[in-house]
């Protein structure tokens, strides 16, 4: 059975911190996983979406890793901002999968202090 | 540009009243669409989705249903709602299949059933 499971379920942080989400998915035959940033009571926006062949991709402040081989993912948001409170969302395809392609992890929940 | 339009942004219903939530895109054609729901603590739960008008295709059995009756119009109705129907309903688009396209969220609908 398709999963992504993330890890942890709820950080908090204080403001100008590192910090780093983690995504484990038994997803197969993989075919991309993508991270998305959700703001309370918004819809998801995508930060990278990477393929088998990527291992790192970077988005500003927003890093993300990809270990295909052992089908981890991580995100590492550097010098953290009040704004990046949110929750972030891990979500696997695989190879072949149409609309129903998709498996989306539960999210990990971010919270910066000042 | 694409932008995707959903309302309203909440609502608040009584059990077995009907319901009609609307999504729109615009700056595209052809789009897949799809509706999502997202109960508190879990992950996005795909609930239907369409390749073209008027071609619907259901995830998993339950009190709703979902029309395209344009291009790029989405409509999620229910004839009588139930208390479990409550969550935060997104609607999505992709340029091709969700598997291998990046798929791009609305701002959401907060549904509440008392």
């Known amino acids: 059975k398709n999963q992504v499971e993330q890890s942890p379920q709820s950080l908090i942080i204080l403001e100008g911190k590192n910090c780093t989400l983690q995504?484990?998915?038994?997803?197969?035959?993989?075919?991309?996983l993508r991270w998305y940033k959700q703001d309370t009571g918004r819809g998801p926006v995508s930060l990278t979406i990477m393929t088998f062949s990527e291992n790192t991709k970077s988005n500003g402040r927003y890093t993300a890793t990809l270990d295909a081989d052992t089908k981890q993912s991580s995100l590492h948001i550097t010098a953290s901002q009040l704004s990046d409170s949110a929750s972030y969302i891990c979500?696997?395809?695989?190879?072949?999968?149409?609309?129903?392609?998709?498996?989306f992890g539960k999210g990990t929940h971010l919270i910066i202090q000042p | 540009s694409q932008t995707i339009h959903q309302w309203p942004a909440t609502l608040v219903q009584p059990v077995g009243s009907p319901l009609s939530l609307e999504c729109t895109v615009e700056?595209?054609?052809?789009?897949?669409l799809y509706w999502y729901r997202q109960a508190a603590g879990r992950g996005l739960q795909l609930l239907f989705y369409s390749v073209g008008i008027g071609q619907i295709s259901s995830e998993v059995p339950q009190n709703l249903s979902a029309s395209r009756p344009q291009d790029r119009q989405f409509i999620l109705s229910s004839k009588k709602l139930l208390l479990s129907d409550s969550g935060f309903y997104l609607c999505a688009w992709s340029p091709g299949l969700a598997g291998g396209n990046e798929q791009f969220f609305g701002p959401g609908t907060r549904l509440t059933v008392l």
């Open positions: 995504c484990n998915y038994t997803v197969s035959p993989f075919s991309n």
């Open positions: 700056g595209t054609s052809n789009p897949n």
């Open positions: 979500v696997v395809s695989y190879s072949g999968g149409g609309a129903d392609g998709l498996t």
